[in-house]
């Protein structure tokens, strides 16, 4: 099976670097008939590809070199200026020069962002990118945006948002008519931030969006809003206490069954396979990698501590991005709305 999208993955990104990344995009390449291009240190990745079976050895595949690697602790603007050949900068080059069409990187997720806006470039009339996430809930996914590309937005950013996000909830999680709420502190209207309110009246009128109201933390898991939209500061720290108190409840939840004596651990026994069900609908290595929305070519950020199967799944998220026409349609919903977004920029 092969299909005619390139992507583009860092191999070096993350914090097990081609160990992880090599056999996980190989993997993902073998489903989905999609070329990968490995993009990092040749001799890193090869000493990967050399221990790997020859199955995967098969797949559509070629090693792109670059000599420099991104460490976590770097400013992404240093990064963009001396750090021209590393292998996050070459990966968005690929794009950009049409020589790929997508690019996967679990490296310095400021420096995507960077990469992304300064090397792919801003789709037009979009204003800023977003990154955004998959958070498993109790029923089905949310999409959660921004998670932390913009820490400070105005009204036409959150817009902006939202109609994004509702295009890639509609191709990518299959929701028909995704509905759209805006993070606030109540759901009442004229709650919230001036931000939050003037973006909250632009959604109201826009076009070719569900837009239900503002939605409060607790919806994010146990509402009934598909996309939730709010500005990077709020989203990455909702995101990062999400996933301490995941891990902080399993962690409990653990030394209670296994600690107090042989009934609880009898329970713990039968409770098995539902502890394994829930720990994979938690488990960000399901959904892969956060899209960064609103490029002129597609972007993946994929967590830091990923492993093989969260990059095989964030490369094949990719892969249905592009299959899907996903970006054409967010570039239609940017458009049909663009004299709301003109209105709302000239009134800040």
């Known amino acids: 099976m092969k299909n005619s999208n390139i992507l583009a993955v860092d191999a070096m990104g993350g914090d097990f670097g081609p160990s992880v990344v090599v056999p996980g995009a190989l993997k993902a390449g073998q489903k989905c008939g999609a070329k990968i291009l490995l993009v990092g240190i040749e001799s890193a990745i090869q000493e990967i590809l050399d221990t790997l079976p020859d199955d995967l050895k098969t797949v559509d595949f070629s090693i792109v070199h670059a000599s ?23 990966a968005c080059r690929l794009v950009k020069d049409g020589k790929a069409h997508s690019v996967i990187s679990a490296g310095h ?7 992304g806006m300064f090397i792919i470039g801003r789709i037009s009339g979009g204003e ?27 009204p036409h950013h959150l817009f902006q948002f939202a109609l994004m996000g509702s295009a890639f909830a509609k191709d990518i999680l299959g929701y028909e008519e995704p509905s759209v709420g805006i993070l606030s ?27 239900v109201g503002n939605v409060e933390g607790r919806d994010i898991f146990i509402g009934n809003v598909d996309v939730i939209v709010c500005d990077g500061f709020v989203g990455n720290i909702a995101l990062k206490l999400s996933e301490g108190l995941a891990l902080s409840l399993f962690d409990i939840l653990k ?3 296994l600690g107090n004596g042989l009934l609880p651990k009898i329970g713990a026994f039968l409770a098995k396979k539902a502890f394994k069900n829930l720990a994979k609908k938690i488990d960000y290595a399901e959904y892969g ?23 095989e799944n964030a490369v094949l998220m990719a892969n249905t991005y592009l299959e899907k026409g996903t970006h054409n349609r967010l570039l239609a919903n940017l458009k049909e709305n663009e004299e709301l977004t003109s209105y709302a920029r000239s009134s800040v």
């Open 289 to 311: 990698a956060a899209p960064l929305l609103g490029l002129q070519g597609s972007s993946f950020v994929c967590h830091g501590a990923s492993n093989s199967r969260a990059i």
């Open 255 to 257: 030394r209670e069954l």
């Open 128 to 154: 800023r990118p977003c990154l955004a996430t998959i958070m498993p809930t109790k029923t089905t996914p949310r999409l959660v945006l921004d998670v932390g590309a913009n820490v400070e937005c105005k």
């Open 68 to 90: 420099q690697v991104v460490d976590m602790h770097e400013k992404p603007s240093d990064i963009l200026r001396q750090k021209k050949d590393s292998s996050i900068q070459v």
């Open 109 to 115: 997720s400021g420096a995507c962002v960077a990469c």
């Open 185 to 211: 502190i109540g759901e009442e209207e004229g709650k919230g931030t001036c931000t939050v309110k003037e973006a909250y009246d632009l959604l109201k009128v826009a076009h070719n969006i569900n837009f």
